[in-house]
């Protein structure tokens, strides 16, 4: 395995009673269900939404309102609820809070949808595609969202996270849930999301927030943005790892790794082609699809009864068919705090000794993934980081095939519209007052110069091969997504071994993290079923 995969331990300043009071925390969570204690409270702060209208696609609307809908124990949809479904669910179901959504309530319309309409083939369409000043085939309508809490800004988000903390209190549990859009920017902002109103909230920011919590409860992120897994540090004091764990216990599940793209941004009213992280996470927790038909295979990996988050995260990891690489706070931990792999366990230990070694998730991760994947092969681990290794080179060099396409189209992009602008020059004003009378004028001749011009052929073949080639990069880092989750579980599995084998706090800690990525929703419960039984996956991928 390369070094690379591996940090150095950063200074931190544990003690032993520390350490016994995490431990501590963990025993008396896994205890209260013996003891007939009834369940903790348990809150949820649900926050969605792009930074401005252009930005705030309906599928983020969608996946707040499925995850909403879940929780509370209703149908995830009622439009997808399934003909005579009389489901019950929300009598178990106790759990409520807070969503933030965009520019709050109210009639404006600032959710992107797509345009069912077919394409124009006016002259406005023409002008729009030589100067890419409006996207086609979308529109814009209210949200529509049964209850809205308030925006999704910076300030209602803080507010919010007090308040919802504050009722959850100390030993219950806040689930604090983003869909939107994330970057990593350079410092002092480093990881962050936007939030309406083209606000960004950094890691260390949402760090410090938390750490301000007077008596804070258990909290649990589920963020699905692009490049999520940056928030994992979470964990630390001040987000920095050189503060060490934080006393409060914090976890979370991110749908992708901190340096990747994520998928679930869609103008697409078609919820039922979504596939991210969002809707496995609710088929998992739900037991069932969005149109209603069973999940298949065991849910309740470990057999307690219950549908924990982890295990819902292990089913988004084997089913979900997109380019996401799920990863999650303990992972982290595991990859700053555990040794180099040794003699006895490594990535290219036999498989069953691999297996035998991990965890009932990782166990029916990792198998799952080598069945679909690489089921004959002896060394599965590593032949899947051979692939994965020889795709991110394809697709390395199909980022270069496509920006070269892009450059070639915006060529003759420029060279059309300096022509046509010698001729029309306000054509390049779009607020111009003369503009509406030109084009009813002369319209006409406008379209006759720009519709046959060689540039416009050769800009249009450009975009067009530009398009191809990224369907085909997508279609590869999808490829990569599979090897790399099962590259991961494997790691996962020999990096705790070797983290377990030398003791000590770190183990404590990862004990911690492990059972608040454990925690159930409440209601989420499930017949016990066989410890580790793969999940199937969804489908053959075609190689």
């Not at 439009?79 to 404006?108: E, Q, T, V």
């Not at 998730?361 to 290794?389: F, H, I, K, M, N």
């Not at 060279?415 to 004028?441: C, G, N, T």
Request: net charge negative; proline share 8%; glycine share 10%.
């Amino acid at each position: 395995m390369s070094g690379r995969h591996f940090r150095l331990r950063p200074a931190w300043a544990g003690d032993t009673l520390l350490a016994a009071l995490f431990a501590c925390t963990a025993a008396l969570g896994l205890l209260a269900p013996l003891l007939g204690e009834s369940a903790p409270p348990a809150r949820y702060l649900l926050v969605a939404g792009g930074s401005r209208p252009a930005q705030n696609q309906v599928s983020l609307e969608e996946h707040v309102q499925l995850l909403r809908r879940t929780l509370e124990g209703g149908p995830a949809d009622e439009a997808h609820r399934p003909a005579g479904d009389g489901s019950a669910a929300a009598a178990d179901a106790s759990m409520s809070g807070s969503l933030l959504f965009a520019a709050g309530s109210g009639p404006y319309p600032v959710v992107q949808v797509e345009d069912e309409r077919p394409p124009g083939k006016d002259l406005r369409s023409l002008l729009a595609e030589l100067f890419g000043q409006t996207p086609a085939g979308v529109v814009y309508r209210p949200a529509r969202l049964a209850r809205v809490d308030g925006a999704a800004d910076r300030q209602s988000f803080l507010a919010a996270l007090q308040r919802e903390a504050r009722q959850a209190g100390p030993g219950g549990t806040l689930l604090l849930y983003f869909t939107g859009h994330g970057s990593v920017e350079a410092e002092p902002y480093g990881p962050t999301f936007w939030l309406w109103g083209d606000q960004l909230l950094g890691l260390k920011e949402l760090a410090a927030a938390l750490d301000e919590l007077t008596d804070p409860p258990q909290l649990v992120l589920t963020f699905t943005q692009c490049f999520a897994g940056s928030f994992a540090p979470v964990l630390y004091r001040g987000g920095d790892p050189a503060q060490g764990p934080s006393p409060a216990t914090r976890c979370g599940f991110f749908a992708t790794l901190g340096d990747r793209e994520a998928t679930g941004c869609t103008p697409s009213r078609a919820v039922e082609g979504y596939d991210d992280y969002t809707v496995r996470l609710v088929e998992a927790l739900r037991g069932r699809t969005l149109d209603g038909r069973a999940v298949h295979g065991p849910l309740d990996l470990d057999g307690d009864g219950r549908v924990g988050l982890h295990e819902a995260h292990a089913y988004v990891r084997l089913q979900e068919r997109s380019v996401d690489v799920p990863t999650s706070t303990a992972e982290l931990w595991l990859r700053e705090r555990a040794p180099l792999p040794g003699e006895s366990l490594h990535l290219g230990s036999p498989l069953p000794r691999v297996l035998a070694a991990a965890r009932p998730t990782e166990r029916t991760v990792l198998a799952g993934l080598v069945a679909r994947l690489l089921p004959d092969d002896p060394s599965p681990v590593l032949q899947a980081r051979y692939r994965s290794e020889l795709l991110d080179h394809q697709v390395k060099a199909l980022d270069r095939q496509y920006e070269e396409a892009l450059q070639e189209r915006e060529a003759y992009a420029s060279q059309l519209i300096v022509e046509l602008s010698a001729r029309w020059p306000i054509l390049e004003e779009p607020w111009h007052p003369d503009l509406p009378a030109l084009l009813a004028e002369q319209g006409g001749q406008i379209e006759r110069f720009l519709r046959p011009h060689p540039a416009r052929r050769a800009m249009r073949r450009a975009q067009a091969r530009a398009d191809r080639l990224d369907g085909q990069r997508w279609k590869k880092l999808e490829e990569r997504a599979w090897y790399d989750r099962l590259v991961r579980a494997a790691e996962n599995v020999v990096l705790e071994a070797g983290l377990r084998s030398l003791g000590g706090k770190d183990v404590t800690v990862l004990d911690r993290l492990l059972a608040c990525e454990s925690w159930s929703p409440p209601g989420k419960s499930s017949e016990p079923v066989p410890v580790g039984q793969p999940l199937p996956v969804a489908g053959k991928q075609e190689r």
